[in-house]
């Protein structure tokens, strides 16, 4: 889940010159459409879509830093009900 949540954050700054997929899924099934290529040997045809200006980067750094904590992520893996979790979806 902490992979994960670092994928999302690495792929929104990745851009052509500088890829970040490296959290990603490699595979030929992977959902990381650059993963995908990179494992059929296109990578050099995908085209990847314009990343998050610096400065956005670096303000949700934080909020990234909080969801891939491990302190909450073990508390994910209670499986309490979902409306325990409502309130952070609706924050986040």
């Known amino acids: 889940m902490k992979?994960?949540?670092w994928a999302i954050y690495y792929r929104?700054?990745?851009?052509h010159e500088k890829p970040q997929h490296h959290h990603c899924p490699t595979s030929k099934d992977s959902?990381?459409?650059y993963n995908r290529a990179t494992v059929e040997g296109?990578?050099?045809d995908f085209i990847h879509k314009q990343p998050l200006p610096e400065d956005v980067a670096k303000a949700i750094y934080p909020v990234f830093e909080v969801l891939a904590d491990s302190s909450l992520l073990e508390r994910c893996q209670l499986r309490a009900t979902q409306n325990q979790n409502e309130p952070l979806h609706h924050l986040i």
């Open 3 to 5: 992979i994960a949540v």
């Open 12 to 15: 929104s700054i990745s851009s």
């Open 31 to 33: 959902w990381c459409k």
């Open 42 to 44: 296109q990578e050099d």
